[in-house]
């Protein structure tokens, strides 16, 4: 297999962009410095593309280096032929080559396998010749060996059947066969196990059946679930006989008394051979595609999050709910930097939230506090009510928003939160995360494992690898596209730039830590075990503002500063413009004067060219204040109970799976837009409609107190449309 020219076909894209990425990725290029800094060699293929490009030139490399095995392992025993190497040569899959090798394979002691060391290959190969002149019994009385135990000529044919049967069984063509019929005219259904309780999560699919082709990926991931937890037994069922008529077909020539026991190991081999282990293959190939599809939902929305705008220069409270232990606080300035924390008991029957509230308020008017930050955990709409009832009272406008507290726990009690605040136990940490969450999303989630952030659906059923690499690389995109300051810039969130481990994100806070700020970004050299392959691939993320030299706090990249400084000096610029916002005519001188031109004349390409106009005219931008703000709430607090028919919110997106989208609008449950409510036009997933984060006006469709759910529609007026 031509690899490069099956990633061209692939992902449609010129045979020189494949070659070119495929090329930087084995020179250990990582993909945020390929996407930003080596657009001339591959196009300006966005980040997503090239991705999937290193993922799918590993998975192809590695269907490679199987198909060299197997043509290895059978060459070693003698049976290697040319049919043999083309169809290894012609195999798109792992599936297909363990396929070809299946025949090949050393197996575990089998009835077939016990037949042939009893000797009974000649007589299943004269069986399958189906003679209608041979008398099958009058053969086998020839095989009878007590010593073999082959006691009489019945034991000698089924000998010889059970070699047939497994013959049958390891016919790549029938395999293949029979999964496309289980995958194409298959039904997957389910039933309640025995024990299995009369109310759940799983009720829907006691009595559940769906063709296979209509089957969605949540409800794979429910089904297998399900059966892990042995609630449900599942299965997967198609036409009668036709398993049956897929092994016959081949194999059966007439209806000779031969030909009658070929066509009963033929049928032997679909129901005790073929059919369990196809079914089998199938859900497994059904839950990877579930899996992938899930992870890159959960990618996703994991983006969408880190990526939310933050609450700039904001004196932030951060509130983590309690019933017994208390409220947890603290106060956080613009930086992040903890202020003040302290703990009030304001969520039980007979608090006193006059002594709660008096500290509230003098925290709030002495440190300027302009945002309140509360957890969405236990107690949160008591903490919320509680904060909503003192806003009158403060001596500024005051708002609040309720974030999610998923992980918070997680990083409160980790080695990092203990090294960032030793003074303070878990739960104030807690409460310093909290806030920060709602000043900046990116710079405090990625201190969590992602997947116990709380966005996407099965998460803990995915595979591991796959998961943590889709999740690490989503972190990866966000930190890079933002960048970061080096000079305030935690190691957690520095080990995620291109090219800094953990270990050299320790280094870099350890060297600022003793020889102060960095002024430049050459100064990075200095930084133990970050050399100049690192340096070329982190240097154009990390910012230094107020630095010796203004290009150090833009996404140029030191390698194109010569060409930024005789940009701007052809122009009449200079670097101190930059900084002070004086280029924004820029991008139109340069396309008077001719683009083309003069990214000649400066040596460089013109996506470079374009790159660099675009961070000069603007110095230290953050992608991120594209955004709309977030949804902070300065009214009253609303219960479940509040909630009628047709009632009109304003929500945050604040998870979205499969089926649809969770919308916060305000209560302490998140409300659910399923798929078929979001628009009067058809949506097939609702990525094409809502990102998380997304501020959205719903209205209520239905609510269910003694369920605690909520059911909402985006559709204009808040009516289902009629059937």
Known sequence: ???????????????????????????????????????????ALDDQTI??????????????????????????????????????????????????????????????????????????????????KT?????????????????????????AMDIIAEDIADDAKIRTDMRDLYQRFGTITSTAAADAPEEGVYTGYYA??????????????????????????????????????ICTRDYVKNDSPA????????????????????????????FEKACADAITVFASNLEQLLMQPPLRNTVTLGLDPGYRTGCKLAVVDGTGKVLDTGVIHATLPGANLKAAGKTVKDMVNRYGVTAVS?????????????????????????????????????????ELAAEEFPEYDVSLRSAVSIARRLQDPLAELVKIDPKAIGVGQYQHDMPKAE????????????????????NTASAPLLSHIAGISAAVAKNIVKYREDNGAFTTRKELLKVPKLGPKAYEQCAGFLRIPGGTQPLDNTAVHPESYEAAEALLGQFGYSLEDAGAGKLTGLADTVKKAGRKNIAEELHIGTYTLDDMIAELQKPGRDPRDLLPPPLLRSGDVMELKDLTPGMELMGTV?????????????????????????????????????????????????????????????KQGGKQKKK
């Open 259 to 286: 030909g009658q026991l070929v066509r009963d190991a033929a049928c032997d081999a679909a129901k005790r051979l073929i059919i369990p282990s196809v079914i089998r293959e199938v859900r497994a190939a059904v």
């Open 374 to 414: 509360i957890g969405n955990g236990t107690a949160s709409r008591e903490s919320e009510s509680f904060i909503a009832d003192l806003l009158p009272e403060f001596s500024h406008k005051v708002s609040y928003m309720v974030v999610s507290e998923a992980g918070a726990s997680v990083y409160s009690a980790s």
């Open 654 to 714: 604040r998870n979205i799976v499969d089926f649809g989208c969770f919308v916060d609008v305000g209560v302490h449950e998140d409300g659910l837009v399923h798929v078929s409510q979001m628009s009067d036009r058809f949506v097939k997933h609702p990525l094409e409609v809502v990102k998380i984060g997304d501020v959205v006006k719903v209205w209520v469709l239905d609510v269910d107190l003694k369920r605690s759910r909520i059911s909402l529609t985006m």
């Open 208 to 245: 559940f059946e769906c063709v296979m082709p209509r089957l969605h990926g949540h409800q794979v991931l429910a089904l297998n679930r399900g059966e892990k937890e042995g609630i449900l037994k599942v299965n997967i069922v198609t036409s009668e006989g036709l398993p049956e008529r």
């Open 135 to 159: 008398d099958p019994q009058a053969e086998a009385a020839a095989y009878i060996n007590a010593e073999l135990e082959v006691p009489d000529a019945a034991a000698a044919i089924q000998g």
């Open 51 to 132: 991705r999937k490009i290193s993922e799918r030139l590993k998975s192809l490399r590695n269907l490679e280096e199987r198909k060299e095995e197997v043509r290895t392992a059978i060459e070693n025993k003698g049976k290697l032929t040319d049919e043999i190497v083309q169809a290894l040569a012609a195999a798109q899959t792992m599936v297909e080559v363990e396929d070809i090798y299946r025949p090949y394979k050393e197996k575990r002691r089998t009835r077939g396998s016990v037949a042939r060391e009893r000797g009974l290959e000649p007589l299943a190969a004269l069986l399958m010749q189906q003679d209608p």
């Open 1 to 43: 297999m031509d690899i490069l020219q099956k990633l061209t076909e692939e992902f449609q894209v010129r045979p020189e962009q494949v070659q070119n990425v495929v090329a930087l990725l084995d020179d250990g290029k990582t993909v945020p410095f390929i996407a930003r800094y080596r657009k001339e060699m591959h196009g």
């Open 467 to 486: 998961l943590q690499t889709a999740l690490d690389g989503v972190v990866e995109k966000c930190v890079n596209a933002v960048g970061v300051d080096v």
